[in-house]
Nanobody, 122 residues
């Protein structure tokens, strides 16, 4: 599976962005998908995850109520809608695919996209 993240950019605090992650391959619908982020000088952290059907989602406490993860298996794409953005949301955002289960642990994921930069100005 190859993953291509897009949709990052510069936005003012309080604004919104929608990230997309397009996957290659016919088995996309069998993968759990996750979004992670890494700010300069910090470790990669979990943001959100969704199971293969879209029926189960997890969020980090820091984004709960502001971010929404979703997927369209017909389009082999997972999305991250980010609302009410804050300067502390500034990071490179990565999408990842897990063959076995929905999880918040980065090392459990099997495939990673290249990342897209989100910058939130105050």
């Amino acid at each position: 599976v190859q993953l291509q993240a897009s949709g990052g950019g510069l936005v003012q605090a309080g604004g919104s962005l929608r990230l997309s992650c397009a996957a290659s391959g016919r088995t996309f619908s069998s993968y759990a998908m996750g979004w992670f982020r890494q700010a300069p000088g910090k470790e990669r952290e979990f943001v959100a995850a969704i199971n293969w059907s879209g029926g189960s989602t997890y969020y980090a406490d820091s984004v709960k109520g502001r971010f929404t993860i979703s997927r369209d298996n017909a389009k082999n794409t997972v999305y991250l809608q980010m609302n009410s953005l804050k300067p502390e949301d500034t990071a490179v955002y990565y999408c990842a695919a897990d063959r076995s289960k929905i999880t918040t642990t980065p090392r459990s994921y099997d495939y990673w996209g290249q990342g897209t930069l989100v910058t939130v100005s105050s």
